[in-house]
């Protein structure tokens, strides 16, 4: 059974830094897309950044300049740098590994953004 485990969420006060680390017990990792999705209260999940092992990060246009994706496929784990963090932050971060048609969830990690 493929499980996948975050990491490194927090509280932070607005313009601060967080860094999420997500890790896959899949057999073939580089095959897999990683990706960081989140959902605040009251709203629908939505994608943050996502890559696969070959080719530049996609990123939400909130977060771009602001948040870095990256992935290390011998560790088998995906690392997203957030900085200057700002309140509409607030979210459970969620990440996924998926290939064609497989999707993978983890449970969550909560990061709060305070003012």
């Known amino acids: 059974q493929v499980q996948v485990a975050e990491s490194g969420g927090g509280l932070v006060q607005t313009g601060g830094s967080l860094t999420l680390s997500c890790t896959a017990s899949i057999s073939v990792f580089n095959r897999y897309s990683m990706g960081w999705y989140r959902q605040a209260p009251g709203k629908e999940r939505e994608l943050v950044a996502q890559m696969w092992s070959y080719g530049s990060p996609n990123y939400a246009d909130s977060v771009k300049g602001r948040f870095t994706l990256s992935r290390d496929n011998a560790k088998k784990m995906a690392t997203l740098q957030m900085n200057s963090l700002r309140t509409d932050g607030t979210a459970v971060y969620y990440c996924?590994?998926?290939?064609?048609?497989?999707?993978?969830w983890g449970q969550g990690t909560q990061v709060t953004v305070s003012a």
């Open positions: 996924n590994v998926g290939f064609l048609g497989e999707d993978y």
